[in-house]
């Protein structure tokens, strides 16, 4: 097949720009091949490269002597003790869920397991943090109904269970909805697999599934802003099938343990084209490839094609000659392709073959090191502007406000589609805060939680991205869970813009101040630029997924609250309504500036959770909705009431930070005043839980009635 003839036009179609393309000449010397193109295009795009954000993740803290790898492998890894550590990590796959909800959300899911399994890993939990529009745009219910069926198919299929995540609607992303998937897994630490091929003339592998024309160019498209053709995008989505990716983990982990594997990557964005430069370039080394070994199940697919196919369940290996009938049997028994498709070469060259014929000769390393990278002007974001005067309103109506809205109201429609028991290891499902789950065969636990308010990112970046590292710590802290490290998912809208770069910048700096204070390096993480639909962005949201630890079972919060039980604060509150879910809920507003964040005050407070978790019934951070909705979920989570002293707006509904609300018996009350006494952590009694009714002051309404509009907004929005 004649390959095309390189134009202008054809270039700008790769997402490559006039200058990006002139420095591709300058290292080749001449044209590319229509090949060439499409693999520059793939490496050099904003998905692959991080072009545009590089300059600043640098400055993000990655290390600590709980970290045992950082970013820039599969996932990153935390130490545990006892020589085991948890393995995670959180990617988007936001384009190809609004353009197809059902496989894009499925691959997305399937694309983070296999991050988890190709370290050596055996996946032991997932989450997911999804925002879309607002219900009554047309395709918001589209969206919903697949994206979650896309989740729960692969995920409840492959047998992973789902412990954890968050919701949003926000007219913001009517036209880009944002699908951000997180798997944790769980290794010895000395059952670590690396990306880095070694070795002169080993073997490349290619493992798994068929190479097909499904996903070819998906990585360019994820760099791209959506306009009225995103229709035409369709072809470009992968399609998944979770039982072969359950097969694959079976097979690599047990040619894992055979002791064949020298280096092991899965096949992502851009595929056979991604996999192999990170593993070359990674160990200093070329790959040769020839591509007429490569398992198709499709006819006459060209070398552009099969380089840039984004089909699922697929990994590629350097393996030791030597095992290779060994690791042949095994996939084999699986059901699985396993061909030799190339070796590891001394020049930095990737060398493209197929049927005898040069589709592709280039520096290998140029394809990595080599890529652009921008130092994009930023704008800082203006300070906001002080908040209007908030009306005085009837605190159970300001409730029913939040509980109503699918934002605030109970996710079980969500969470009900997940498996959330699966392997048997679960001990706190969702819907009750940071999901755990036990590490088998031991007294440990792992917990589990994602975050982010867009809304504050927006009004002040940097005080709203320490917010969402400092919920993610208040999540895990409220179950007893020492924080470990974190991994992000930034989501935001076109970099080229310097508005945009600036938020990006603005919570960038936030989230590095956040998490050196809490001591929760970044290990891991993902990019998502050009979430622009025709000019509009989405809210900057850069989403934090935190891991933290129980070295014990015996120091995990999981009680709620019961008949008689003291409700205690821990925090000071002095009202902060700026941004807050009440004024957006209630008033359609969405000014004032975010909350300020004391990182001594919440490191100081977590460290008080978590020494006294002994006497603590049950524990909630205070987020959105303030004291107001953290004492309605407490107090239906245990089927009881709850009385509240106050009825005013400002320490119902403000949104101060570093805030937890406590239920525990009498005895446990005073002995916890006086450990904070000597703390100095401000501890107050704001009310009690007992009866059948929701009481602030002097509003009050049955808890029952209360009940079914919490449980049933979500459903009614999107049914």
């Not at 591709?24 to 090949?35: A, K, M, S």
């Not at 499904?214 to 072809?235: L, Y």
């Not at 320490?466 to 998912?489: C, F, H, S, W």
């Not at 009350?669 to 501890?683: F, N, T």
């Amino acid at each position: 097949m004649e390959e095309p003839q390189i134009t202008e036009e054809l270039i700008a179609a790769h997402g490559l720009k006039p200058d990006e393309y002139a420095e591709i000449l300058r290292l080749l010397n001449r044209e590319p091949t229509f090949t060439e193109l499409g693999i520059f295009s793939a490496m050099w795009n904003e998905h692959c490269s991080y072009k545009s954000s590089k300059k600043w993740l640098r400055t993000l803290p990655t290390e600590g002597p709980q970290v045992i790898c950082g970013p820039g492998e599969n996932a990153g890894i935390v130490d545990i003790g006892d020589g085991q550590a948890v393995v995670f990590k959180m990617e988007s796959h936001n384009h190809p869920s609004y353009i197809e909800p059902y496989q894009g959300a499925a691959t997305g899911v399937g694309g983070i397991l296999r991050d988890v399994f190709t370290m050596g890993a055996r996946p032991i939990a997932a989450m997911n943090s999804l925002s879309f529009g607002e219900t009554s745009h047309p395709k918001t219910r589209q969206l919903v109904n697949g994206v979650v069926e896309g989740i729960g198919g692969y995920g409840n299929c492959f047998g992973v269970p789902t412990v954890g995540g968050e919701v949003r609607f926000h007219p913001a992303y009517n036209g880009n909805c944002l699908v951000n998937a997180f798997a944790a897994g769980l290794i010895n630490t000395d059952s670590i697999f690396y990306c880095a091929a070694s070795g002169v003339g080993m073997p490349v592998v290619y493992l798994g599934a068929k190479t097909g024309r499904d996903g070819v160019g998906g990585a360019t498209m994820a760099s791209a802003e959506f306009d009225d053709t995103i229709e035409e995008k369709r072809p470009t989505v992968q399609v998944g099938d979770p039982f072969t990716e359950k097969r694959l983990m079976e097979a690599t982990l047990e040619l894992m343990a055979s002791g064949a594997v020298i280096s092991i990557q899965d096949m992502g964005a851009a595929g056979l084209t991604c996999s192999a430069v990170e593993m070359g370039d990674k160990g200093h080394l070329g790959i040769r490839l020839d591509l007429e070994n490569v398992p198709q199940r499709e006819t006459h697919m060209t070398a552009y094609e099969m380089m840039l196919s984004e089909s699922q369940e697929r990994m590629l290996m350097v393996l030791k000659p030597e095992k290779e009938a060994e690791a042949r049997a095994i996939f084999d028994k699986w059901d699985l392709d396993f061909a030799i498709v190339g070796e590891t070469i001394a020049e930095d060259r990737f060398l493209i073959m197929h049927n005898g014929d040069c589709k592709a000769d280039l520096p290998l390393s140029k394809l990595s090191s080599s890529a652009p990278e921008y130092d994009r002007p930023w704008v800082e974001t203006p300070a906001a502007a002080p908040l209007a005067d908030v009306p005085a309103i009837d605190a159970i109506e300001g409730l029913r406000a939040l509980i109503g809205s699918p934002n605030y109201g109970a996710k079980q429609w969500v969470y009900e589609q997940y498996d959330t028991q699966v392997m048997a290891d679960t001990i706190r499902t969702p819907g009750l805060g940071a999901g755990v789950v036990r590490v088998h065969g031991t007294d440990k636990a792992v917990a589990f939680t994602s975050d982010v308010t867009p809304r504050y990112v927006k009004a002040n970046p940097f005080e709203g991205g320490k917010q969402a590292v400092a919920e993610a710590y208040r999540n895990l802290t409220a179950v007893g869970a020492k924080p470990l490290a974190t991994t992000d998912n930034l989501n935001f809208g076109n970099p080229e813009k310097p508005e945009i770069m600036g938020q990006f910048v603005g919570a960038i700096k936030g989230i590095g101040a956040a998490v050196a204070a809490l001591d929760m390096p970044i290990v891991s993480g993902n990019v998502s630029l050009y979430n622009e639909t025709d000019g509009k962005g989405i809210l900057p949201t850069p989403t934090i997924g935190a891991v933290g630890l129980l070295a014990s079972q015996d120091d995990l919060i999981a009680g709620v609250a019961q008949d008689g039980q003291i409700a205690l604060l821990v925090g000071d509150t002095a009202g902060h309504l700026g941004q807050s879910a009440l004024l957006a809920e209630m008033f359609g507003r969405e000014d004032g500036d975010a909350p300020h964040v004391d990182l001594d005050v919440e490191r100081r407070n977590g460290d008080f959770i978590r020494a006294n978790a002994a006497l603590i019934g049950a524990c909630t951070d205070l987020g959105d909705g303030g004291l107001a909705l953290a004492a309605f979920e407490m107090a239906e989570a245990g089927n009881v009431g709850v009385t509240l002293d106050a009825d005013d707006t400002p320490t119902l509904f403000g949104e101060d930070q570093a805030r937890y609300l406590l239920a525990c018996n009498f005895d446990q009350a005073e002995a916890l005043i006086a450990a904070a006494g000597q703390a100095g952590v401000p501890v107050t009694t704001v009310g009690k839980f007992g009866g059948d009714a929701i009481r602030y002051g002097a509003s009050e309404a049955p808890l029952a009635q209360l009940r079914d509009t919490y449980r049933g907004a979500f459903a009614a929005a999107i049914a």
